[in-house]
């Protein structure tokens, strides 16, 4: 009987882990690619965050607040989290935060994987400095800087494999 009490301790305990590492929340889930039509029906956002799209306009943004987009998050909770549209394909997922000391970086780190090696500049009383990650779909920026007495963070996981939409889009703003 002892036996099995430490057995079922044993597997409730790996699922409390295995969950608490499914919680984290990976923008990239939201697949580069997708149109706004069908990354809006994933957000599950209420009527007030949905913007108007039009299809003419080669470059779109929609916000949205980073407690609804990742509602397990709370490091995100204030943090607007941008998709940007080129052509009407998903590219690019930014977010900015202001706050009084680093927070952002933990989210990526969890996602991305812990940075050994950052810049002394890091630790500062008033840090600068940035780093990347890079996985088979996207490369992620993270940078930080102060601003005033509080610092601002930012992290951009930009798309590799749809580099010809931002070529292209590149192209044209040259053209006009």
Known sequence: MKKNKIV????FLQLSFIGNAQAKCDLE????????????SKLKLSAEFDQPFFQDQPQQMVFAPGEEVCKSEKILEGVPIHFKFLYGKLVEIQMMGVSESPTLFEWAESIYGENNNKPNSFYYNQPIAQWNWESSK??????????????LESIVIQSTNHQKYFERFSKAQEDQ
């Not at 079922?8 to 597997?11: G, K, N, T, V």
Request: hydrophobic share 55%; glycine share 4%; charged share 15%.
């Open 8 to 11: 079922i301790l044993a597997i």
């Open 29 to 40: 889930s939201f697949r580069f690619g997708i149109s706004h039509k069908a990354l809006m």
């Open 138 to 151: 996207a490369i992620i920026s993270y940078s930080v800087e102060s601003i005033s007495n509080d610092v």
